[in-house]
T-cell receptor
Framework: EPEVTQTPSHQVTQMGQEVILRCVPI?????FYWYRQILGQKVEFLVS????????KSEIFDDQFSVERPDGSNFTLKIRSTKLEDSAMYFC????????????FGAGTRLSVL | KQEVTQIPAALSVPEGENLVLNCSFT??????LQWFRQDPGKGLTSLLL?????REQTSGRLNASLDKSSGRSTLYIAASQPGDSATYLC????????????????FGQGTILTVHP
């Protein structure tokens, strides 16, 4: 069964460093998402991406964050200058066409900012 | 603004029991509702998606019901097993401010289920 793949599974970085989290969505999907989950808290929406542009972003997704789909398969989340509070599990998700379709999630990248 | 709440926060049951997890949402104008399972430190596995036009959806020992008008969904797990131990999350697609996009999911905080042998 097709799946959403995320790399790395765990990323450790120093505060102020840039990180890039990578995702390979399911191949025939059109909508792509990033969510994050701080330990012990709810899963929160960060950004959605469709037709090579951001379709919606949350208040969390400030100028330190960016997303890119550099080729036909990868979808990346970049954090320009990491803060301690960026430590969280980051999930990538994708879905086919409409909001009626299931969103499929990757296994996540655990980001630890020291 | 859509708010999703799950009750109880944690549940511990002996193996073999049937159990019900509850999810409520404040805005009943939803397309669907999705139930997920999350194992500790792991990703989200979709269990069931129930469309707004449906009242029930079944997969194996799992049965999800949806009552849009009252803003509630339940996940029924029959004959629970230790392998069912995980956090169960519900989520609904929520529109953006302009109402033009319904893609992002709003999640509840989850129910931590422990099934002991």
């Amino acid at each position: 069964e097709p799946e959403v793949t995320q790399t790395p599974s765990h990323q450790v970085t120093q505060m102020g460093q840039e990180v890039i989290l990578r995702c390979v969505p399911i191949s025939n999907h059109l909508y792509f998402y990033w969510y994050r989950q701080i330990l012990g808290q709810k899963v929160e929406f960060l950004v959605s991406f469709y037709n090579n542009e951001i379709s919606e972003k949350s208040e969390i997704f400030d100028d330190q964050f960016s997303v890119e789909r550099p080729d036909g398969s990868n979808f990346t989340l970049k954090i320009r200058s990491t803060k301690l509070e960026d430590s969280a599990m980051y999930f990538c998700a994708s879905r086919r066409r409409t909001a009626k379709n299931i969103q499929y999630f990757g296994a996540g990248t655990r980001l630890s900012v020291l | 603004k859509q708010e999703v709440t799950q009750i109880p926060a944690a549940l511990s049951v002996p193996e073999g029991e049937n159990l019900v997890l509850n999810c409520s949402f404040t805005d009943s104008a939803i397309y669907n509702l999705q139930w997920f399972r999350q194992d500790p430190g792991k990703g989200l596995t979709s269990l069931l998606l129930i469309q707004s036009s449906q009242r029930e959806q079944t997969s194996g020992r799992l049965n999800a019901s949806l009552d849009k008008s009252s803003g509630r969904s339940t996940l029924y797990i029959a004959a629970s097993q230790p392998g069912d131990s995980a956090t169960y999350l519900c989520a609904v697609p929520t529109p953006n401010a302009g109402g033009t996009s319904y893609g992002k999911l709003t999640f509840g905080q989850g129910t931590i289920l422990t099934v002991h042998p």
